[in-house]
């Protein structure tokens, strides 16, 4: 049992350039890969706007979407439908192509987030489902992870530009310092950013979830 990660693009018709963005989305899943390798099978294009990955664990996987969330430039965004359950892949002629009920259970969670942000909760960006046959000790993470996105999201989404990168660089081991001097500011501001911008608690959080869901 894997978690099956599906990821689209958000406002992909309204992109000018779908060609640049498409490069800024495969360079940035890229570099968090090179950087943070936590994915059993990084995420890849498959057709239209989506991307399909395969993580071995949630907190794997919940690791990685953030610093990816993060490391995404200004008005770059995926929403992420997560399915735990086993994946399978049907050989075709053209290619292999992604089956099973973690799938389909990935499939679900983006509609739900779709649902979400068209309705109550337009911050929505992440979502799991687990495929039929899930334990009660699974249940209960996946709802208490769901309540956990729902947050974790609130923060990602109105943080600025700025301060996703010095989350992301703080995440990866740089000093204040050295993140001062990469976005041209003084130290005590990139404190003040880590504080304000609530980037010491997504942080704190993920290593907590890690532990919890290790």
């Known amino acids: 049992m894997v978690v099956a990660v599906i990821a689209d693009i958000i406002g992909s018709r309204r992109l000018d350039d779908r060609n640049s963005a498409q490069r800024t989305f495969d360079e940035t899943i890229a570099l968090v890969e090179r950087e943070h390798p936590l994915a059993e099978q990084p995420l890849r294009p498959t057709v239209g706007d989506e991307q399909q990955g395969v993580y071995a664990t949630l907190a794997d996987a919940l690791t990685s979407l953030l610093l990816l969330q993060l490391a995404l430039p200004e008005d770059s965004e995926f929403r992420f439908g997560l399915g735990i359950g086993a994946v399978t892949s049907v050989e075709s002629a053209h290619r292999e192509l992604s089956?099973?009920?973690g799938?389909?259970?990935a499939r679900d969670a983006i509609e739900v987030v779709h649902a979400r942000q068209d309705r109550a909760v337009p911050s929505a960006r992440t979502w799991i489902v687990g495929a039929p046959g899930q334990d009660e000790v699974m249940e209960t993470v996946i709802a208490a992870s769901n309540a956990y996105l729902l947050a974790r999201d609130e923060i990602v989404v109105r943080m600025t530009a700025r301060e996703r990168r010095i989350a992301y660089g703080r995440f990866g081991g740089m000093s204040q310092q050295a993140l001062a001097e990469q976005e041209g500011v003084t130290q005590p501001s990139v404190s003040k950013?880590?504080?304000?911008s609530g980037a010491v608690a997504l942080l704190e959080g993920i290593e907590l979830f890690q532990g919890v869901t290790a």
């Open 99 to 101: 089956d099973g009920p």
């Open 103 to 105: 799938w389909w259970a």
């Open 193 to 196: 950013s880590l504080r304000s």
